[in-house]
Every structure is written in C-alpha cells, then in structure tokens.
C-alpha cells in the first residue's frame, strides 16, 4: 500500500506521469505492460506461511496494490487504500471512532454519507454536528469538544458547490485533537490535493472521476499517518470491504487519463456555466470558478481549476423536473465524473435522504455533471432544453 516501496524513478516525475506508471511497471512474470487482472481468490503457498508477499485476495491483491500505489502517488500520500465503494471507504474510516465520540460534518455532505450518519451511526451512539460552510468558515472552534475525533469535509460540496478553506479548517480541527478527512471526489487529486493542505485522510469515490467512464463503483482512502494508515489497511482485510481485481484495473486504466480527461471537463465546465448564467431562465448558477460564487477565492486558491460540477436553480421544482427530461445530448441519471454529461434533480434523485432536514437541497436545483464531449453541442442542447422556460417567463 505504499506509494514509496521499491523507490523508483516515479518518485521525481509528474502527476501525469505517475498516474501512468506509479505502481504499474510491466509485470515481472510475464512483461504484460499493463498491469494483468489478477483474478484469484488465493496464492500458492510455498511452505506453511511462506508466499510471494499474497495469501488471499481479501487481504491483498497485485492488481489491488498496482491501484493503491498509483491513488497514494496522486494525492501525495504514503499510504493509499481501495475499497468496494465510496462507502465501503466511509464505513472504514468511521470504524476508527466509537459510540459516544462526536464527527464535525459539513451539512451539504454526499447524502449518501448523510445517510449512513443519521440512519445507521446515530442509532448507535455516535454524535454528528452538522455545520453549514458558512458556519466552518466562521471558525470551528465553538463547535469542537473533546469527543470530537473527526472534521469530516467535502469540497466542493455535493450539490451546492460550497468551498470550504481546508488549511483553515485543518488548523482549528487539530487544536482540538480531531482528525482531518476531506471527500476529494469532486475536485480528484490533478485540482486540489487536501493531504497538502494539512488534512489527514483524504476519501475519494472512485466511482467518479478517478475510473472517470461510468462503468464500475469503487472508493479509496490515502494518508500519511503511519497509525491511520495501518488501522485501516488492518480494517480492510478485518471488514472486508475490498473491490475484485477486475474492478481495481478498471480504476487504473481510468486514472492514466485523469489530467486530460479533468482539463477538459473545466474547460467545458466554464463554457456550460458562462451560457448558464447569462440565460433569462436561470436563477442563479453556483460554480465556483464564477467570480460572485461565495467560495470563489478560496477555491482559487486551493484548486488548481474548478472542475467539472455545476449546480443551477431554476424557477420552480415543477421547470427543474421538466427540463431535465428534454436534454438529448445530456443523460438523466444519478452519478458523475464520467466521460459522458449527466443532469439530475438532486432533491428528488441523489440528495433524497437528506429531503428531511434543515438543509435539505432545493427543489428547484438542477446539478450538471459535464462531460467531455464538444462544449458546443452541450451549451445547444441546454439551450432547447431551456427554450420552453424562456418562452414561458416571457409570457409571465
Ligand atoms: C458518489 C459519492 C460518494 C459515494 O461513493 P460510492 O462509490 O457511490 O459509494 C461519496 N462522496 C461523494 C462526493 C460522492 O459523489
């Protein structure tokens, strides 16, 4: 799991670079290039205990560790682990605390991640402080005991494209002796590299942008903490949340295109967003590569580029819905990070857990998850798209 075993001359090179070869040298059995899908469940053993560093797929895998070498690379990172899902990555990390010890969350959080605090870790005694990013940006401070063991933040947020200053935040969240983890799934470690900016775990949902082509679900986790690092490899193998074989390469092949796939999604991305919000029918836009975007600073600074994701309100739930089904180059459906352009209705689609709380995502919000096709035909076929609410407030 670690990205400097056998130091190699991928050490002194570039991210593109490295996410080409970091972990992926051609494979000493057979010189296969690319990493081979190592599709077993079990070694060979050569003497009782004695094996060629494998003994079972659960506990590791060739085609595993080429993946988890190549993820700890990007994200700077000593240590790199993959799991099944996002999710399998989260249930790991919150295997590191106990009944009774309080979690600091970003409120506008993957309601997926929402979902599994409040039904399954509240019931048992965990506490969870749910903080707006205005709240964060305030200070943490007033909001920290000494039961919190974990800041958990994402940034961007899923689905309001909230910034959150992670330096800061990382800052005040180790006065008080908690544990930094940032969801790094929107941004990917080519725009924004928390574990840089002090944070201690950095989660991704490989299922996005690192696989990046919408054909498998996985998730990992990278650290520089020796204790961290090792607690999680041990709960790994202990809970068993481990992606097959064929699953990690799949990853692998995505990430060799990572940094070009990701500067064309901004690229796109400032295109959709600049016709958004020059559009009649359009409320507001959030993307923070806008310069009135709250976060538009920070991410600045902190971000390499903006990224691919943009959240749009629109004049009603009743437009948001209709409009998302006359897209013909835009797929409705959930998830994002993929070659293709995907748009959904959060409140209704992917954010429905969270429909119950304070903070529940509009109704009238529409997220983007864009593409890399040609910006030309994405900013036509919203423009259709956004024809008939155009007419209609016109009339209005
Ligand atoms: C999708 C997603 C997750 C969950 O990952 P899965 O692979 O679906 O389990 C977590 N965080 C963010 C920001 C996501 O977009």
């Not at 209704?348 to 509009?362: D, G």
């Given at each position: 799991m670690s990205a400097k075993d056998g130091a190699a001359y991928t050490d002194a090179v570039e991210f593109e670079t490295r996410a080409i070869h970091d972990g992926q040298e051609p494979d000493p059995a057979t010189g296969a290039v690319i990493t081979p899908i190592y599709q077993t469940a079990t070694f060979v053993q050569d003497d009782v205990g004695v094996n060629k560093g494998y003994d079972y797929?659960?506990?590791?895998?060739?085609?595993?560790?080429?993946?988890?070498?190549?993820l700890a690379s990007l994200e700077s990172a000593e240590y790199g682990l993959a799991y099944s899902s996002g999710l399998g990555a989260t249930t790991t990390i919150m295997h590191l605390v106990n009944p009774g010890d309080r979690v600091v969350s970003v409120n506008d959080v993957y309601g997926?991640?929402?979902?599994?605090?409040?039904?399954?870790?509240?019931p048992k005694g965990y506490r969870f402080t749910y903080l707006s990013a205005e709240e964060i940006a305030a200070g943490l401070e007033p909001h920290l005991d000494e039961s919190t063991r974990i800041v958990w933040l994402e940034t961007p947020t899923n689905p309001l494209l909230n910034v959150i200053d992670i330096r800061k935040a990382a800052d005040s969240a180790h006065a008080a002796g908690a544990l930094v983890v940032v969801d790094n799934t929107f941004a990917t470690p080519y725009f924004q590299r928390p574990l840089e900016l002090g944070a201690d775990v950095v989660l991704h949902s490989t299922t996005k942008y690192l696989s990046g082509h919408s054909d498998v679900i996985g998730g990992s986790v990278a650290t520089n903490d020796p204790t961290v690092a090792e607690r999680l490899k041990f709960l790994q193998k202990a809970l068993g949340a481990v992606p097959g074989p064929f699953d990690c390469w799949l990853v692998l092949r995505g990430l060799k295109t990572l940094a070009l796939r990701m500067e064309r999604h901004s690229e796109n991305a400032?295109?959709?967003?600049?016709?958004?919000?020059?559009?009649?029918a359009v409320d507001h836009v959030l993307y923070p590569g806008l310069r009135d975007h709250p976060g538009h600073e920070i991410a600045a600074r902190q971000m390499r580029d903006f990224g691919g994701m943009i959240s749009f309100l629109t004049a009603s739930e009743e437009e948001a819905i209709a409009l998302v089904t006359r897209t013909k180059v835009w797929t409705l459906a959930e998830s994002l990070g993929g070659v293709e352009s995907l748009i959904e209705v959060p409140a209704?689609?992917?954010?429905?857990?969270?429909?119950?709380?304070?903070?529940?995502?509009?109704?009238?919000?529409v997220r983007l998850s864009v593409g890399i096709e040609a910006a030309a035909d994405l900013v036509a076929d919203l423009e259709q798209a956004l024809a008939p609410v155009a007419a209609a407030s016109k009339r209005a």
């Open positions: 797929s659960r506990s590791g895998n060739p085609t595993r560790t080429a993946l988890e070498t190549c997926g991640v929402y979902r599994m605090f409040t039904q399954v870790y509240e400032r295109a959709v967003a600049d016709f958004l919000a020059g559009h009649p209704r689609m992917t954010h429905a857990s969270t429909s119950e709380a304070s903070f529940a995502t509009p109704g009238n919000l």
